[in-house]
């Protein structure tokens, strides 16, 4: 089917097929635009071609270090410029990059490296405790190789071989590895372990260098954007805006740290024009005390939970237009765009926009379907009424769970990609997220797993029972509440429950409240914990 009778001569061949990959924008820019500049963090800077030289020693230094093609490199790294550098050097030496979520507590760091069997560990300096308790925890750790940062107080303490120290030795005329076929594994994404151990979603280069096309078209992109690095590169490689932006000879502007001023400070004195990142980012801007002024026009991404009517609407006031998407961990990031309609919709007031940007929308070029099924498969009535699972397919979504077959045949199950969150699709054709299966709490950006917090409250001597749900919070969109049962006769206080939880979990895993009493239960003595979202809405309210 599609093909000539006659296909004779016809093989593909080095002249008319190459495996994509977004290896290839960075080349492509430094034959360019070598003198542009490229990347920023901090004072230092680099053009095109300085930046491509520091990924080529990278890969070098790599391969020094003894890694293979197929073999896995972790990071432990803010948004700084190793952590740019690796998202090219990592795959230029054939290797594949396993960025880690750097407010993940030691154990689950711990175990990220050994399910990924990463064989280099990069690790700022500033979490280089936290590398150094997952990693003694290990039979078989991973080299720690110490990325110092001492612009920002963090040099290195040379326990381990430096960063700098093993680029200046490297090769900088080093032979990339590009890949020979498009499917080979680019990263190792792992998620927030929503249902437990967090799994190993493998992206391929096929997905990231379409994910960088669609990107371009979607976020109405044309040539030399400066982009700020808000989103955390250790989630879904920070959207794979940092692999796009050589595509359009732009600029990335490294965030270390996601301060409004620092924001501020960026559009003010870097020019940024676009940045991508949570509600609760949006939040910080529009409350932060005597923002700079800036005057170019800047486009924004948000994703993880609908940004308030009123928040888009004093972002739109101050010079940001907020564009909403969603996607996951298994879909490279955003693969849902919230498209805006032009004309009627530009004239509807305030609310009615705001609601309308809080739609999750449509798939992005990549993707070829977007679709919300029932419990049959059968698509939902468009009535923005009836709810069913989201369900996806394209070109950006995983190769599948990195050694786990069986949850990714239940992902792929009916040739469709199963999100687990539930939605609705209205008359356009938008989808909208309803409510979040599997009880996912999305807390700054960060997803919780009630059922893991659920786990560390039930090891409390005075807890017989508890759920763990969100309660909306104006700071980070969500948290955690706790509703907890004591066993007879045993006394607890909110204050005592929270510390146990906190010497347990990350931060943000830990509840934020505590409230005491029976929790509400079906004949069959399950939970219901719709009844609980509504009180803690309520208390919210409070």
């Known amino acids: 089917m599609g093909w000539l009778s006659d296909e004779t001569g016809l093989d593909r061949c080095a002249a008319n097929h190459v495996a994509l990959t977004p290896l290839s924008h960075l080349n492509r820019a430094a034959l360019i635009w070598p003198r542009r500049e490229a990347l920023v963090d901090g004072p230092r800077r680099w053009t095109y071609a300085e930046y491509r030289e520091r990924v080529t020693r990278h890969a ?3 391969h020094r270090l003894g890694i293979r093609p197929g073999e896995v490199v972790s990071t432990i790294l803010p948004n700084v410029s190793a952590q740019v550098e690796a998202g090219f050097g990592v795959p230029a030496c054939g290797a594949v990059l396993n960025t880690i979520n750097i407010r ?3 154990d689950t760091v711990s175990y990220i490296l050994g399910h990924g069997g990463a064989k280099v560990l990069l690790a700022d300096t500033q979490f280089l405790p936290l590398a150094e308790e997952a990693c003694a925890a290990m039979e078989d750790p991973p080299l720690i190789v110490e990325v110092g940062d001492p612009d920002a107080g963090h040099p290195p303490t040379g326990r381990h071989p430096v960063y700098e120290d093993l680029m200046a030795e490297a090769d900088p005329t080093f032979a990339w590895h590009m890949p020979q076929d498009e499917w080979e594994s680019l990263a190792l994404n792992y998620t927030s372990g929503t249902t437990g151990r967090p799994k190993g979603v493998v992206c391929h280069h096929r997905g990231a260098y379409l994910v960088t096309m669609g990107t371009v078209i979607s976020w109405r992109m044309t040539l030399y954007p400066r982009v700020l690095s808000v989103v955390p590169l250790f989630h879904c490689n920070g959207w ?3 692999w796009m932006t050589p595509l359009v000879g732009g600029t990335i502007v490294c965030l270390r ?3 409004a001023a620092a924001i501020f400070d960026a559009l003010a004195d870097e020019g940024v024009t676009h940045f991508g990142g949570a509600p609760i980012v ?20 948000t994703a993880g939970a609908p940004p308030s009517s009123a928040t888009l609407a004093r972002m739109e006031a101050m010079g940001f237009n907020v564009s909403h998407v969603y996607g996951l961990t298994e879909t490279f990031g955003h693969v849902v765009e919230n498209v805006w309609q032009p004309g009627d919709w530009d004239t509807l007031p305030g609310d009615e926009r705001a609601t309308l940007k809080s739609r999750q929308g449509v798939g992005y070029p990549m993707m070829e379907g977007i679709d919300v099924f029932d419990e049959g498969d059968v698509p ?4 923005g009424e009836t709810q069913g699972e989201i369900v996806m397919r394209g070109n950006a979504v995983m190769k599948g769970y990195y050694r786990n077959p069986e949850a990714t045949a239940e992902a792929f199950a009916g040739g469709w990609f199963r999100t687990g969150d539930l939605g609705v699709r209205h008359a356009d054709g938008y989808v909208q997220i309803r409510d979040r299966a599997k009880d996912i709490i999305i807390s700054g950006g960060e997803n919780v797993s009630s059922v893991e917090v659920e786990n560390v409250l039930m090891h409390h001597d005075a807890v017989s029972l508890c759920a763990v749900v969100a309660r909306p919070d104006d700071r980070w969109g969500e948290v955690p509440c706790a509703f907890v049962e004591l066993r007879d006769g045993a006394t607890a206080t909110e204050e005592e429950i929270i510390a146990f939880a906190r010497a347990r ?10 409230v005491f009493g029976p929790l509400p239960k079906t004949s069959t003595g399950k939970i219901q914990k719709f009844t609980l979202r509504d009180r803690a809405r309520e208390a919210a309210k409070a």
């Open 257 to 259: 740290d996601v301060t």
């Open 505 to 514: 979990l990350a931060g943000f895993k830990t509840p934020k409240a505590v």
């Open 60 to 62: 070098s230094m790599l």
């Open 282 to 301: 949006l939040n910080m801007l529009v409350n932060a005390t005597a923002p700079r002024p800036f005057d170019q026009h800047v486009e924004v991404y």
């Open 104 to 106: 993940l507590d030691a």
């Open 240 to 242: 794979c805006h940092a």
């Open 380 to 383: 939902v009535p468009a009535d």
